[in-house]
C-alpha cells in the first residue's frame, strides 16, 4: 500500500507545532539527552534549511545536526517554528512525489522526534496508525533482512507497532525488547534489533 510521504511529514510537523510554545523551550528531552526541546526543534528546522540551501553533505551525521542546533541558538522557539513552516514545503513536496522514497528517513526523523517531545511533556506517545503500520512492516522487513545477513535463524517478533518503531530506533533498553514475544531467545538478535543503539535506562513512555 502507497503512502504519501509528504502528508505524513507535514501532519507531524504541525502536531509539533501545536505543541511547543516558547516557554517549553529549556524542557529537557530524555531520548536525546544533550538535547532540550530547544534543540530538538533547532534540528527539526535546520534540516529543512538544509534541504532548501542544498547542504546535504554529512547528512544525518552528528556534526550535520550539530551545526543546525548551534545555527538556531539564538532563535527563539516561535523563531524556529516560523523558519520550519517556511521551509518545510520544499521537502514536503519532494516527499510527496514520485522521488520521495529518497528522503524517508526525514519522516522517520520527524515522527521520532514528535514521540520524544510527547514524552519529554509528559503526555501519552500516540502516533497516527497510519504511519506506525507503514514504518513498522518496513523495520521488521529490514530486521528479517539483516537477521539472515548475519546467519541467525529467523525470528518472529510479536510487538506493536509503536514498540516496533520505538524499540528498533533506539527508544528501549534491551530489558524492554526481550518482554516482546520473541520466538526464540532475544540475546542473539539485540544487536542486530537496534539500529540507534540502545537506551541505557528506561525512557518511562505513558502510550495510553
Not at 12 to 27: E, V
Not at 149 to 158: E, I, K, Q, R, T
Not at 161 to 177: I, P, Y
Request: proline share 5%; net charge negative.
Amino acid at each position: 500500500m502507497s503512502t504519501d510521504l509528504g502528508a505524513q511529514y507535514r501532519a507531524a510537523r504541525i502536531r509539533i507545532t501545536d505543541l511547543l510554545s516558547d516557554d517549553l523551550a529549556d524542557t529537557p528531552v530524555p531520548a536525546t539527552p544533550m538535547w532540550n526541546v530547544h534543540d530538538l526543534l533547532a534540528h527539526l528546522a535546520g534540516t529543512t534549511e538544509d534541504v532548501r540551501d542544498g547542504n546535504l553533505e554529512g547528512v544525518a551525521t552528528d556534526a550535520w545536526t550539530a551545526a543546525q542546533v548551534e545555527r538556531g541558538r539564538d532563535k527563539s522557539v516561535s523563531e524556529l517554528l516560523a523558519v520550519w513552516t517556511e521551509n518545510a514545503p520544499l521537502l514536503e513536496t519532494f516527499l510527496s512525489s514520485p522521488d520521495g522514497m529518497a528522503a524517508f528517513r526525514a519522516v522517520l526523523d520527524v515522527h521520532t522526534h514528535e514521540a520524544d517531545l510527547l514524552n519529554a511533556l509528559d503526555q501519552p506517545v500516540v502516533l497516527p496508525d497510519e504511519f506506525l503500520g507503514w514504518v513498522s512492516r518496513r523495520l521488521i522487513r529490514d530486521f528479517d533482512h539483516q537477521v539472515a545477513d548475519a546467519g541467525l535463524d529467523p525470528v518472529v517478533v510479536d510487538a506493536s507497532s509503536l514498540e516496533v518503531f520505538r524499540g528498533r530506533f533506539g527508544r528501549r533498553t534491551a530489558a524492554e525488547v526481550c518482554t516482546y514475544g520473541w520466538s526464540a531467545d532475544p540475546e542473539p538478535y539485540l544487536d542486530t534489533w537496534f539500529v540507534f543503539g540502545r537506551a541505557e535506562t528506561s525512557l518511562g513512555e505513558r502510550t495510553t
